[in-house]
T-cell receptor, first 113, second 117 residues
Framework: DTAVSQTPKYLVTQMGNDKSIKCEQN?????MYWYKQDSKKFLKIMFS???????INETVPNRFSPKSPDKAHLNLHINSLELGDSAVYFC????????????FGPGTRLTVT | AQKITQTQPGMFVQEKEAVTLDCTYD???????LFWYKQPSSGEMIFLIY??????QNATEGRYSLNFQKARKSANLVISASQLGDSAMYFC??????????????FGKGTKLSVKP
């Protein structure tokens, strides 16, 4: 059983399009996250979501919007895609207790042409 | 603000030897957690080891150990008896106190480890 899953694994699309990445965790965790890994492998938090409380990273453009239909899912919707959005996007989850490790999904490689 | 510095962009180690990957951090929090993750070429992020700021003993997990020096703000990862499968990117991360940053990890830029046969 995959603990944290993401779909799709690869996403190639054109500038200006709108796309979504889905994330599901079956670990019963309370907290979920989206991270972006750029071409230089640098990982940066985008959002964290804990029990219906969304924490938005102010550096993330508002074209990015996370949506959580329930505790096990945190999807990422991106409007008006730009070339600079090309990256690997990781979903992660944690129990939400202090200093608990985060479990990462396999990542979604987004390529904007 | 919290910050992680990994000064070694790339390292080589001979198979079966030990290797130390450096990590220094900067935080004003008294309570925090330090993590190491491995990212093989396949891309997934694999949790390796955790050290809490109030833990008196260095963390160990199999061949991985964390050399935690709080006064120096360093949390180096030691891999003993390197194996070819250890070749990967290694990321150090800090988890600030929950109330301050809602629990997200702050990562360093990573160290690419290559194990030579």
């Amino acid at each position: 059983d995959t603990a944290v899953s993401q779909t799709p694994k690869y996403l190639v699309t054109q500038m200006g399009n709108d796309k979504s990445i889905k994330c599901e965790q079956n670990l019963g965790h309370d907290t979920m996250y989206w991270y972006k890994q750029d071409s230089k492998k640098f990982l940066k938090i985008m959002f964290s979501y804990n029990n219906k409380e969304l924490i938005i990273n102010e550096t993330v453009p508002n074209r990015f919007s996370p949506k959580s239909p329930d505790k096990a899912h945190l999807n990422l919707h991106i409007n008006s895609l730009e070339l600079g959005d090309s990256a690997v996007y990781f979903c992660a989850s944690s129990p939400g207790t202090i200093f608990s490790e985060q479990y990462f999904g396999p990542g979604t490689r987004l390529t904007v042409t | 603000a919290q910050k992680i510095t990994q000064t070694q962009p790339g390292m080589f180690v001979q198979e079966k030897e030990a290797v130390t990957l450096d990590c220094t951090y900067d935080t004003s929090d008294q309570s925090y957690g330090l993590f190491w993750y491995k990212q093989p070429s396949s891309g997934e992020m694999i949790f390796l080891i955790y050290q809490g700021s109030y833990d008196e003993q260095n963390a160990t997990e199999g061949r991985y150990s964390l050399n935690f020096q709080k006064a120096r703000k360093s949390a180096n990862l030691v891999i003993s008896a390197s194996q070819l499968g250890d070749s990967a990117m290694y990321f150090c991360a800090i988890h600030p106190r929950r109330g301050g940053s809602q629990g997200n990890l702050i990562f360093g830029k990573g160290t690419k480890l290559s194990v030579k046969p």
